[in-house]
């Protein structure tokens, strides 16, 4: 992830305080660009740790794969 790595650890923790949320939702928590936010929800994807649940352009909503699958486990 090299330089980015900074940025995704804080959009990853602002993923496990709500694992459901929006990009715009990330920069309010976070402090990052929507652009860094964006770039860094794209690398997560690529690595299978956040997904998209839209399939939107815009307004989209991801969630942290990982902490979704704990609680649908538990259903």
Sequence with gaps: MGRGAVSALAVLQALQRQPVTTAARLVKDTGLALATVNRMLMQLI????????TQRQ????????AYMDILNAEL
Aim: no cysteine.
């Design 46 to 53: 690529d690595m299978d740790i956040v997904s998209e649940l």
């Design 58 to 65: 815009r307004n989209r909503v991801f969630s942290y794969r």
